[in-house]
C-alpha cells in the first residue's frame, strides 16, 4: 500500500499546486523569491520535458503525450506487480515516476498542456521551469539509477518474480 500511497501524494501535491498557481499567479508572471536565483511563474507547456515537441501541433501532440504516459503508467504497474521484493528503493522510485506521469497527465487529459511553476535561474540563465510531478520524476529516476548502482555492486540484479 505504501506504493500507492506515495504515488497518490504526489498526484495530491502536483495538482493542489498548480490549482494554487492557477489561482493566484496571472498566465505569463513571475514571482522572484531569491532575486537571481529562483522564482514562482505561471506557464504553460504544450511540450514534454525542456519543450520537446511543443512546436508539433496539439492535434498530434496531445493524443502522443496521453498515449506515451498511459504506456508508462502501464509499465510501471506491470513492472511493480511482478514484483519488487527486497528492493524498496525501486519500489518507491517507482512510485515517484507513477505520481508524477499520472499528475501530469491529469493536466493533458483536463487543459492540453501542462503548468510549470518552478523555475530555478542564474540571473538570465534559466533552467526549463518544472512542477512537482516533474520533480517526483527526476528523484524517481535518480533512485533508480542508484538502485542499479547499489545492486551492481553488491553483486545482485533485480529479477521479478512471477
Not at 504515488?7 to 513571475?30: H, M, Y
Not at 522510485?93 to 487543459?111: E, K, M, P
Not at 539509477?145 to 518474480?161: A, C, F, I, K, M
Request: charged letters at 15%.
Amino acid at each position: 500500500m505504501r506504493f500507492y500511497a506515495v504515488a497518490l501524494t504526489v498526484i495530491v501535491l502536483d495538482q493542489a499546486s498548480k490549482l494554487f498557481i492557477q489561482a493566484t499567479i496571472p498566465l505569463g508572471r513571475s514571482v522572484p523569491l531569491i532575486p537571481d536565483l529562483f522564482a514562482i511563474v505561471h506557464i504553460l507547456n504544450p511540450g514534454a520535458a525542456f519543450g520537446l515537441l511543443a512546436a508539433q501541433s496539439s492535434a498530434f501532440r496531445n493524443p502522443f503525450f496521453v498515449a506515451i504516459s498511459l504506456l508508462a503508467i502501464g509499465f510501471i504497474l506491470h513492472y511493480r506487480h511482478r514484483g519488487l521484493k527486497d528492493h524498496s528503493l525501486a519500489s518507491t522510485a517507482l512510485s515517484l515516476i507513477l505520481g508524477g506521469a499520472l499528475g501530469n497527465l491529469v493536466d493533458r487529459l483536463r487543459l492540453g498542456v501542462v503548468i510549470d511553476f518552478l523555475d530555478v535561474h542564474y540571473v538570465q540563465y534559466h533552467w526549463p521551469a518544472f512542477n512537482v510531478a516533474d520533480s517526483a520524476i527526476t528523484v524517481g529516476v535518480s533512485l533508480m539509477l542508484l538502485e542499479l548502482v547499489l545492486d551492481e555492486r553488491r553483486g545482485r540484479h533485480p529479477e521479478p518474480t512471477a
